[in-house]
T-cell receptor, first 113, second 111 residues
Framework: AQSVTQLGSHVSVSEGALVLLRCNYS??????LFWYVQYPNQGLQLLLK??????LVKGINGFEAEFKKSETSFHLTKPSAHMSDAAEYFC???????????FGSGTRLLVRP | NAGVTQTPKFQVLKTGQSMTLQCAQD?????MYWYRQDPGMGLRLIYY???????DKGEVPNGYNVSRLNKREFSLRLESAAPSQTSVYFC??????????FGSGTRLTVV
């Protein structure tokens, strides 16, 4: 069965530092991959998605993610963290023709002043 | 504004009571989904509907039923609520090409 693993339930960075949130998936076939952000007491907002076009995907708020088939990874990065980036981030995967979006357990990002 | 609308936003139930969570989307999406979110577990898929007239089980379907009333509406029913069903429930619609759009959630407490 497909699965999504997010390494690190909590990540803490200083304002202005690089943000790196890790996501690995288990599949022999490249899936469709997504990153979502959730601010406290809100729903989920799509940051970016990979749908087999370019391997480097740019999203909203300065985030980007790179699909690496050899590593089965889809890590989320941002060059310089801002206080407003503090939130929970979820990686999700949909296998081809499954119609099911499966989520990782989430990573809470803390940004220190 | 276009999107996914869920009602109610908050609900407290007693063990054994029943209720239906409502969801409607106005983006003409074929697929709709129900998830529950629990601390440290991410979002888990309860049921989904790939198209009007079809429904399928997700990861955690036990204790729930769904109805795809028409293309816009997808409801989730708890027939006999249990404390283990205390959670935040999200409805979503869309798919791999559009991305998935989520509602604002229903916070359910079963006492």
């Amino acid at each position: 069965a497909q699965s999504v693993t997010q390494l690190g339930s909590h990540v803490s960075v200083s304002e202005g530092a690089l943000v790196l949130l890790r996501c690995n998936y288990s599949s022999s076939v490249p899936p469709y991959l997504f990153w979502y952000v959730q601010y406290p007491n809100q729903g989920l907002q799509l940051l970016l998605k990979y749908t087999s076009a370019a391997t480097l995907v740019k999203g909203i708020n300065g985030f980007e993610a790179e699909f690496k088939k050899s590593e089965t990874s889809f890590h989320l990065t941002k060059p310089s963290a801002h206080m407003s980036d503090a939130a929970e981030y979820f990686c999700a995967v949909e296998m081809d023709s499954s119609y099911k979006l499966i989520f990782g357990s989430g990573t809470r990002l803390l940004v220190r002043p | 504004n276009a999107g996914v609308t869920q009602t109610p936003k908050f609900q407290v139930l007693k063990t054994g009571q029943s209720m239906t969570l409502q969801c409607a989307q106005d983006m003409n999406h074929n697929s709709m989904y129900w998830y529950r979110q629990d601390p440290g577990m991410g979002l888990r898929l309860i049921y989904y509907s790939a198209s009007e007239g079809t429904t399928d089980k997700g990861e955690v379907p036990n204790g729930y039923n769904v109805s795809r009333l028409n293309k816009r509406e997808f409801s989730l029913r708890l027939e006999s609520a249990a404390p283990s069903q205390t959670s935040v429930y999200f409805c979503a619609s869309g798919g791999r090409f559009y991305g998935y759009t989520f509602g604002s959630g229903t916070r359910l407490t079963v006492v």
